[in-house]
């Protein structure tokens, strides 16, 4: 998998002895070191990473790539990645992007519970 937890974060193993990470080469080891919630956030973050890696070379060619990235990503029916990725263009400063997004997923994500 992508995600592999750091040495540290990894634990005891069944017999009390301190466990280590898994090697790259381990295959199921590995696997399990991951959970659903690791997975989901690694491939958020590496959505989110090349949008802001394209927002920050600039361009028109690079802002109608983000722009095809941003309304792929609006498409989604994934309720969890639908807010993270509204938060990651709140917070990074991208009011602009987000506001293009027409989508009752957002309206409502506004209007909740934080009041966005």
């Known amino acids: 998998g992508l995600y592999r937890r750091p040495a540290a974060a990894a634990g005891r193993d069944g017999a009390g002895r301190e466990a280590s990470a898994p090697s790259p080469s381990s295959g199921d080891a590995a696997m399990a070191a991951e959970t659903p919630s690791d997975?989901?956030?690694?491939?958020?973050?590496?959505?989110?990473?090349?949008?802001?890696?394209?927002?920050?070379?600039?361009g028109p060619e690079k802002q109608r790539q983000v722009e095809e990235m941003v309304a792929t990503c609006a498409a989604s029916k994934d309720t969890?990645?639908?807010?993270?990725?509204?938060?990651?263009?709140?917070?990074?400063?991208?009011?602009d992007l987000l506001l293009r997004i027409d989508s009752r997923d957002l309206e409502s994500w506004l209007r909740g519970p934080g009041g966005h």
Do not use: M, P, V
């Open 39 to 58: 997975a989901l956030r690694c491939a958020h973050g590496t959505i989110f990473y090349y949008i802001s890696r394209l927002l920050a070379e600039g």
């Open 80 to 95: 969890q990645f639908l807010h993270s990725l509204f938060e990651f263009l709140l917070k990074g400063g991208h009011d």
